[in-house]
């Protein structure tokens, strides 16, 4: 039973990168209906700034995952303005297949500039530690990794809820024209963001790598992975994605330790059986 | 381009095609083989995307359905007609059965559900080691000879092999280009244009779209059981969802919205890898590159660009024509 417990609280932290890259994902699917390929991308571009900030220049490890952001957010800006908006109007098909480009142009780019795996920095001597739970020592920085997850997740729904911004998004979202109508500057909105959703990518692979090694096939692993969540909790559900984030998350922590060899298979299969059952997601109030 | 100079252009494209094996070395034989396959794959996957309106991000599934069906009968039971057939023919079923279920919905929710199902695939060829044999994939599939009735051919070299895949893609091609020209294929654009409108006169929407769906499958399917006779081992990265990029690019690269686009751009993709390699290994850099001005500038493809071009009447003509609206 403890065993369980421990490893239910494994997969908790793990699920926190799962919920960091598909709260980016779906924000920007329920407000600008874009799918966003390369937002796994962005989770490993986050990753690599991160680690050269961090673990070859030497910053503080909080200045560098804040740097990791803001770069990668500058570059979501970039992505929405210059590539995005020219799209809006036409098949939504065509802005899944741009946002494809840049997943093999990101993908490949970051080869290019960092080169193949790198060995994986010393966590922050802050974070250095555990904590003895269920009579196990469990790391200090899981503990961590689940309260940024908390902390970020009561702040979306603070900024949602509780602010101006927060509104004209939801506005944007609910009716484009009429929240244009009323002098949002939807624009902005989207751009905002896209931003933010790419902030959050960031977020996540900064925070994986004092503890797993950032490489080159990452951002396509992590999509899918985000896609799965997502879908299961209904796209552009923002309470869906933290609760499909949980249940994948534990889900494979338990999968990979009482059925390895199908682990993968069953959780698209679940994916799939959700897209045709009830494709508003399983959390759709 | 005049349609007897298109037919021309077919008949030279043709001979170079089939004289290839004579006048090119082993690997441009090789190397051609790669763009056949990839060129069904596109020119079904283009049904269902160019013509039907319908982006599936699950094409390497069934790519791999053949490939691998064709491998275990081949390993089986030494003989390229049962093998190709065989997987081809699996491949056609899991279409009809996954396209059932993934034409129930359109735009992103069909993306995302052929997304899920390729990857199914994917993971089942990965792990269900007793039939798949895992991530070491089939090895040692033989390039089986091909038995008609009492005749028998060995397949020994690439080029005798070629031979067969060249006769194969041409008559699926062939068969698919009849198929867009006909009726039903006029329907299925309907479909794409307008769901409702369709609907309004009265066409079977849901059908048709499975009907596009399956046909994509058997295409991919067909290309896939081409393949393990060829490499002699079938691995799990072909079902990966990033191979079912694949027929995906090359339909944007030449063109989605002409039935020769796809082709031109499995030619395309596969040469310009081949030489861009050989500079640099960040192909696809320059890929994703190409990808992003393709899909905000050229959504017509490498055939839009070039076409206006050919079918630019000679001088002499158009001062005739100009002539001739300007008389009474």
Not at chain 1, 150 to 172: I, K, N
């Amino acid at each position: 039973m403890e065993v369980l417990a421990y490893q239910g609280l494994i997969g908790l932290s793990s699920a926190m990168y799962l919920w960091l890259i598909s709260a980016g994902l779906t924000i920007i699917f329920g407000v600008l209906g874009v799918l966003n390929f390369a937002h796994g991308s962005l989770f490993m571009l986050g990753g690599y700034l991160a680690y050269t900030l961090y673990g070859l220049v030497g910053l503080p490890f909080s200045v560098s995952v804040l740097g990791s952001m803001a770069a990668v957010a500058l570059l979501g800006a970039a992505m929405e303005r210059g590539f995005l908006r020219p799209l809006y109007g036409l098949d939504p098909s065509y802005q899944l297949l741009l946002t494809f480009g840049f997943v093999l142009l990101l993908d490949d780019a970051v080869k290019l500039v960092w080169g193949g795996v790198f060995r994986i920095p010393p966590i922050p001597r802050w974070l250095d530690g555990a904590v003895v739970v269920f009579g196990r020592p469990f790391p200090l920085y899981n503990v961590f990794l689940i309260a940024v997850g908390l902390v970020v997740g009561l702040g979306l729904w603070g900024l949602f809820d509780r602010t101006w911004w927060g509104r004209s998004v939801r506005a944007t979202a609910a009716d484009r024209e009429m929240a244009a109508a009323l002098g949002i500057p939807t624009p902005r909105v989207f751009s905002s963001v896209f931003m933010l959703g790419s902030a959050l990518a960031a977020l996540g692979g900064a925070l994986g790598t004092p503890v797993r090694p950032v490489a080159p096939g990452i951002g396509a692993a992590m999509i899918v992975q985000a896609f799965i969540i997502t879908v299961i909790g209904g796209l552009g559900n923002l309470r869906g994605a933290f609760a499909g984030s949980l249940l994948v998350g534990v889900l494979s922590s338990y999968g990979t330790l009482w059925f390895p060899e199908f682990e993968l298979f069953f959780v698209f299969a679940i994916m799939a059986v959700v897209l045709l059952v009830r494709p508003q997601g399983l959390f759709a109030s | 381009m005049s349609p007897r100079a298109r037919r021309w252009a077919l008949g030279a494209l043709l001979v170079l095609l089939v004289s290839l094996p004579v006048w090119a070395s082993r690997y441009v034989v090789y190397l051609t083989i790669h763009i056949l396959l990839l060129a069904l794959n596109a020119a079904g996957f283009n049904l269902l995307f160019g013509y039907t309106g319908l982006l599936s991000f699950g094409q390497a599934g069934f790519y791999a359905v053949g490939a691998y069906t064709c491998a275990r009968i081949l390993l089986a039971w030494p003989s390229l007609l049962p093998g190709v057939l065989g997987g081809t023919v699996a491949a056609t079923l899991s279409a009809v059965l996954l396209g059932y279920l993934s034409v129930r919905h359109t735009r992103i929710y069909f993306s995302m559900l052929t997304l899920a199902f390729g990857m199914m695939i994917f993971s089942l060829a990965w792990k269900w080691r007793a039939v798949t044999g895992g991530d070491d994939g089939l090895v040692g599939v033989p390039r089986a000879p091909l038995e008609l009735w009492a005749l028998t051919v060995p397949l020994p070299t690439v080029e005798r092999y070629y031979v067969v895949v060249l006769v194969a893609v041409v008559a699926a091609v062939a068969l698919l280009h009849r198929l867009v020209r006909s009726p039903l294929g006029l329907a299925l654009q309907a479909v794409r244009d307008s769901e409702v409108r369709a609907e309004h006169v009265g066409l079977p929407v849901r059908r048709l779209r499975l009907l596009s769906f399956a046909v994509a499958g058997t295409c991919a399917g067909l290309a896939g059981s081409l393949l393990p006779a060829l490499e002699n081992t079938v691995t799990p990265p072909i079902a990966h969802w990033t191979a079912s990029a694949e027929p995906v690019l090359a339909a944007l690269l030449g063109g989605t919205q002409r039935f020769g686009g796809p082709l031109v751009g499995a030619f395309l993709l596969v040469v310009s890898k081949d030489v861009i390699v050989r500079f640099t290994v960040h192909w696809s850099l320059v890929l994703g590159a190409v990808v992003i001005a393709l899909v905000l500038g050229f959504r017509g493809g490498v055939v839009s660009v070039v076409e206006p071009w050919l079918a630019r009447p000679r001088p002499a003509r158009r001062a005739v024509a100009r002539a001739g609206e300007q008389a009474p």
